[in-house]
Each structure stands twice: as C-alpha cells, then as structure tokens.
C-alpha cells in the first residue's frame, strides 16, 4: 500500500506504532519495523543514557526505519532532542506539546518530524514549522487524550494542510485502517493493539487486561488536572475517577496518588496502583499475536475493503 508516507520513511506499510511510555522500548520497535511499518521507541522522562541504549539496541534489531516519541512536557526533553541528533535517528514523533523550538535544528539534521496533534490549529502551525506530516489523534486513543474524536479531527486535519495525515486513536483492525483511509489520512499510528503484540515487554497482567478488555472497559481519569488519561477499567482507576468527581480526593492528592502509577503498570501488573493505560478499542484486541502478524493481518484486510 503505496502512500505518500510509505514514500517519505521508505516503509512497506503506511503504520506507526504508537510512542507508549514505558511500554514503546527497543524491542517492540524493532519487531513493527521489520513487520514493515514504523517502531516507536518512547522517550517519555527516561535517562538519557537509557534511551541511547535503546536506540542502540534498536539499530542491532532492524536495519529498516524507526523512530523516537519525544514527550515534550518531559523534564529531559532538551536532552533528548539533542539526543535523536548525535544518534542519527531517521525520524520522531512528538507529543504534549509544540517542537517550535527544535524545528530548525532536527530539519538540519534531516530528521523526519512529525508532530502529534490534538487539534486543527496546532497542524497548521507544524506545517509552518516545517513538520513532515501529522499525526491527528482523536480521543479514542489510550494515555493522555484530547477531546476531539478520529473522525471528526482527520478530515478537518486533512483539509488544513497539505502535509500528508496520519490517523490515530480507535484504530486496532483493517476497517480502521480503511475508514482512516477514507478519511483522507495516508496513514495510521497504532497502539492499543501492539500491547498485545508477543513482543510488547509489558507484564502479563497488563496484557490479559487488554485482552480481556470488553467495549465499556475503558476509563478517563484526570480531567480536572489537565491532563485526562485513558485507562482500562479496575478498581483503583474506578477509585480515582470517583475521588475526581465527588471531590474527596484534590487534583494535588490526584497527582500524588498517580505518581509512577504506570511504571507500577507495566513492570509490576500492580492492580491496585497501576495505571493501565489503553484505548477505547480494547474490546476489539481478543489474542496475542507476532507485532508481524498483526501489521499484515490488518493490511490485508484494508487492501480488501479499499478495493471493494
């Protein structure tokens, strides 16, 4: 499936996997490379260090193109920016927040930039910067969330600029794939459906919840913060959402109470303090698959329905 972004990133298949904190690492990445789409290996606030051994990592895994997520609202964000530089990483994604003043300096270093967006203004305002494409991301998605959905943000995002689109957020098969498509995006970021993909490095409890997920199984918590994220459903997530709307627990106490609460998640499967980020189209994820598996199964069934 030839698009303007397979063109771009020398891809097979128009597909990132989504910069999960915590959960993106090298070997995820490495696996939806070489699958054919783009790995993503996450920055979020970890040690510099840390993620050039990851990039590292990732270049001894695949010899196809892979990318770095920079969390912009990231304490080591200045690093990490300097970072994807000196290690010659093809391309990155960024999020929470505007690269602006990276721009200029990763273009000069030829590195592919494109930008999560949450909203019409702030594509238009990537365009201008000198971003290579977009990724518009509806509130589907799990993890920190918007309040615009998929399908009403990527055709306004499509219209806006003329960089290529690439849809995110309630993708996790080839009908979305082929709506996205529809769409006007050239592409799609995933990443609900790689949680349970067999080379995801998440504890097995986290998995099983993803796939034992059902279509109410998903939760918002941390709206009055700021910062709402999406989560499967447990008790301690039912806990927080409660606290938040009958005002016993503070967006200060909120904050508190959540502190490493994914790390818990992801490396412990803590049910009781875990944050177990995911998204709304969990209840279509129903088995553990190779991240190569799930990429050709979905494109396959796209290139079915498109062609109809």
Not at 205 to 225: F, M, P
Not at 251 to 275: C, H, M, W, Y
Not at 298 to 303: G, L, R, S, V
Request: hydrophobic share 40%; charged share 20%; proline share 5%.
């Amino acid at each position: 499936m030839e698009t303007r972004i397979t063109k771009l990133l020398g891809i097979e298949y128009p597909i990132f996997q989504g910069g999960m904190a915590w959960i993106a690492e090298s070997t995820l990445a490495a696996a939806v490379s070489n699958a054919g789409g783009v790995g993503i290996i996450a920055g979020g606030s970890a040690p510099i260090d840390y993620l050039r051994e990851q990039i590292r990592r990732a270049k001894s895994l695949t010899d196809k193109p892979f990318g770095v997520n920079i969390m912009l609202m990231s304490p080591n964000a200045d690093d990490l920016a300097q970072l994807v530089i000196d290690e010659n990483v093809p391309m990155i994604t960024t999020g929470a927040g505007n690269p602006g003043k990276y721009m200029e300096a990763w273009n000069n270093a030829g590195i592919k930039v494109i930008p999560v967006v949450p909203s019409v203004a702030l594509a238009k305002r990537m365009e201008r910067s000198g971003a290579s494409a977009v990724i518009a991301e509806g509130t589907e998605s799990g993890g920190h969330i918007g309040e615009n959905t998929t399908m009403c943000l990527v055709p306004q995002v499509v219209d806006a600029v003329s960089i290529p689109v690439i849809a995110a957020g309630g993708i996790a098969d080839g009908r979305g794939i082929a709506a996205s498509f529809m769409l006007g995006a050239e592409g799609v970021q995933v990443g609900t459906r790689f949680l349970a993909a067999e080379e995801c490095q998440i504890h097995p409890t986290y998995k099983q919840l993803v796939v034992d997920a059902k279509d109410t199984d998903s939760i918002v918590t941390g709206r009055y913060t700021g910062h709402p994220c999406r989560n499967v459903k447990t008790k301690f997530s039912k806990k927080l959402a409660s606290g938040e709307a009958n005002g016993t627990i503070t967006p200060d106490e909120f904050e508190q109470i959540t502190l490493g609460s994914l790390r818990k998640a992801v490396q412990d499967g803590n049910l009781d303090e875990g944050s177990f980020l995911c998204g709304a189209i969990a209840g279509m994820v129903k088995k553990v698959q190779p991240a190569k598996e799930i990429v050709e199964e979905m494109f396959a069934e796209a290139e079915k329905l498109l062609n109809r």
